[in-house]
């Protein structure tokens, strides 16, 4: 999977990820996340999933072969809705 997060920064995931321990209020950021250091332009960030998918085909006559590869993409408005800022400043 690729995100294209809609400021230029693209994220590569293999796999399915890694889900949250089920019960658990877990609030660190998962081996999937991106952080957005800046704010977004008015209608958001412009954020385009998209899976990639290979598919390998076995018949009930034996026979085997790959499919031809399947992306899915999807895009979506995201509007970050909170931006803080942590710092010393020349004063402190």
């Known amino acids: 999977m690729t995100c294209e997060m809609g400021n230029g920064d693209v994220v590569h995931r293999d796999g399915l ?3 949250y321990p089920e019960g658990s209020n877990q609030i660190e950021q998962g081996p999937c996340g991106y952080t957005y250091t800046e704010q977004p332009p ?3 960030y412009m954020v ?4 990639h998918w290979q598919v390998q ?3 009930s006559f034996g026979d085997n072969r790959a499919l031809d590869p399947v992306d899915m993409p999807y895009t979506f408005a995201y509007d970050v809705e909170e931006i803080i800022t942590i710092g010393v400043g020349p004063d402190s």
């Open 57 to 59: 085909l076995t018949t």
């Open 48 to 51: 385009t999933p998209n899976g």
């Open 42 to 44: 008015p209608d958001g």
């Open 17 to 19: 990820g890694v889900p």
